[in-house]
């Protein structure tokens, strides 16, 4: 059975640092593309940043040059260094894991940025 489980979200000040990590079970991690993706409340979850099996990353426009996806293969983990955070990065956070036809998702973990 896949299981991907979020965590490290949270409330914080803007301008303020957040690490999300995703562990990744009952799957070939290393296969796997991984992403990130938020939802803000009333609107469509987006990707945030992904990672690909050897390592290639993209971002959205919103975060690049703030955040920082990565993946630690050995711990079955991804993942994404939020920096410069504002309060338009409000939302639940969720984990993605992709290979062909094989799509899992994690349960999300919220991030509210506000002062």
């Known amino acids: 059975q896949v299981q991907l489980v979020e965590s490290g979200g949270g409330l914080v000040q803007p301008g303020g640092s957040l690490r999300l990590s995703c562990a990744a079970s009952g799957l070939v991690f290393s296969i796997y593309t991984m992403g990130w993706y938020r939802q803000a409340p009333g609107k469509q979850r987006q990707l945030v940043a992904d990672i690909t099996s050897s390592g290639r990353t993209d971002y959205a426009d919103s975060v690049k040059g703030r955040w920082t996806i990565s993946r630690d293969n050995a711990k079955n983990t991804v993942y994404l260094q939020t920096n410069s955070l504002k309060p338009e990065d409000t939302a639940v956070y969720y984990c993605?894991?992709?290979?062909?036809?094989?799509?899992?998702w994690g349960q999300g973990t919220q991030v509210t940025v506000s002062s």
């Open positions: 993605k894991a992709e290979y062909f036809r094989f799509n899992y």
